[in-house]
């Protein structure tokens, strides 16, 4: 079966089946490469070139992340984290005593501390249940798993007079809900609020539509196949404009030209994402993450969601003919039909608890099956160098009782 990415782009030991990229994404063989020619420049400091190493991988990497996500390279900031994209929009919005910002429940905490900070300023922040039965926190393992339902509504329905801010992950870490970013992003622009995203559980296995958005932040090492380091924070030019510069030295206008003295500070800031970038990225990473991107922007991201869907569609019918599964696989079908699945089936452990979860893991790693388990889900998630072959070996682990 021909396959978006080929198996043999990365250094997968032929018995094992890595399904957690939603925790860990490999990284393909390029990138390991570019990242020792990095570092031969490095030994050698006299071959490094200001224009094609300190400036031209960075702008490669942002270049590479725009094609993956589908928008404009100059909206594009390079950032370590996720959370650090995300503290920097908490910190560089205007957001003052009174002010409310909405999450829903349960979100990884690289989406709450960067919001809960602020509330030694006198902001608020309020999770929002997303379905009923949704819990989290000590009580995540009693939780109800996502019903059939539009997970937006709750969130709409919770904006009120004081809301500022809406951040929302994209694809949920633990159960796997995609939300609909246009269905939210509408009614925020309308109610004026700002719709911030968390989309490192989608970018490089989905295509977003961040028509309606006004920043999204991923870090590199899910599934952007890139290592831990150094991720994309995408904001609109005039979110840009309304927060409080965040940047540095490279942020202003001519930071680079050294005729200029660096000392005269009458400048302006740049309008465009590296506004928000604090001084000269992690060249290693980004030497790493511009050849995985463009991995994935030649593979076509599009092609890797579809291929995913596909996988995902095969597995949920295999799991349906297995009786202890099959009510999950029904309810994740439905999900997956109406577009609520993203790269991670996420299965409920349906009281089975965490020695239960502990116990199917267990079981893969011994045959070789690399998955995951996060606060009652075990979690399979497929990518583009997945094939048939892959969902006959997870089906086969699942089978056995
Ligand atoms: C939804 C979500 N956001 C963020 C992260 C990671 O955050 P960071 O990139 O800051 O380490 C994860 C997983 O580790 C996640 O699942």
């Known amino acids: 079966m021909a396959t978006p990415l080929p198996r043999d782009a990365f250094a997968l030991d032929k018995d094992v089946l890595w399904v957690m990229h939603c925790a860990e994404g490999p990284v393909p063989r390029v990138a390991a490469q570019a990242v020792a020619r990095m570092m031969e420049r ?17 702008e490669r990497a942002r270049a590479a992340g725009a094609r993956v996500l589908g928008v404009d390279a100059t909206d594009v900031t390079l950032t ?25 429940l349960g979100e990884f905490p690289a989406n709450a501390w960067p ?6 300023r006198g902001v608020t922040v309020r999770e929002v249940p997303l379905w009923e039965g949704h819990r989290a926190g000590r009580a995540a393992w009693e939780s109800s798993p996502p019903p059939q339902v539009e997970p937006e509504n709750a969130l ?8 500022r801010v809406l951040a929302a992950s994209w694809v949920r870490f633990q159960d ?18 700002r719709f911030v995203v968390d989309g490192i559980q989608g970018a490089g296995t989905l295509v977003p539509d961040l028509e309606h958005v006004d920043a999204f932040a991923t870090g590199g090492h899910k599934g952007l196949l890139a290592p831990q380091g150094l991720g994309l924070l995408w904001t609109t030019p005039e979110l840009r404009a309304e927060m409080t510069p965040l940047g540095g030295w490279l942020s202003v206008e001519q930071g680079t030209d050294f005729a200029r003295p660096s000392t005269d500070f009458d400048r302006e800031w740049l309008s465009d994402g590296q506004r928000l970038e604090q001084g000269v990225p992690n060249l290693v990473a980004a030497a790493a993450l511009a050849v995985s991107l463009e991995l994935l922007a030649d593979a076509g991201v599009e092609t890797i969601a579809a291929h995913v869907d596909a996988l995902e569609e095969k597995l949920l019918r295999r799991l349906s003919r297995i009786p202890s599964w099959r009510p999950e696989a029904a309810r994740l079908e439905t999900h997956r039909r109406t577009g609520r699945c993203g790269a991670i089936l996420a299965l409920h452990h349906d009281g089975a608890g965490p020695d239960g979860l502990d116990r199917w893991l267990r079981r893969g790693t011994e045959q070789g099956i690399y ?31």
């Open 115 to 120: 919001w809960l900070a602020l509330t030694r």
């Open 156 to 163: 709409v329905e919770a904006i009120g007079p004081r809301t």
């Open 176 to 193: 796997g809900l995609r939300l609909n970013l246009e269905a939210l992003g509408r009614v925020c622009r309308r109610r004026g609020v």
């Open 42 to 58: 490095e030994l050698r400091p006299w071959q490094l070139s200001w224009k094609q190493d300190f400036l031209g991988l960075p």
């Open 80 to 104: 370590p984290t996720t959370s650090s994209g995300l503290v920097t929009l908490a910190q560089g919005l205007d957001l003052a005593p009174g002010d409310e910002v909405l999450l829903p």
């Open 371 to 401: 998955a995951s388990a996060r606060e009652g889900y075990l979690r399979v998630a497929l990518h583009g160098w997945h094939d048939d072959r892959d969902i006959e070996r997870i089906a086969r682990w699942l089978a056995a009782d």
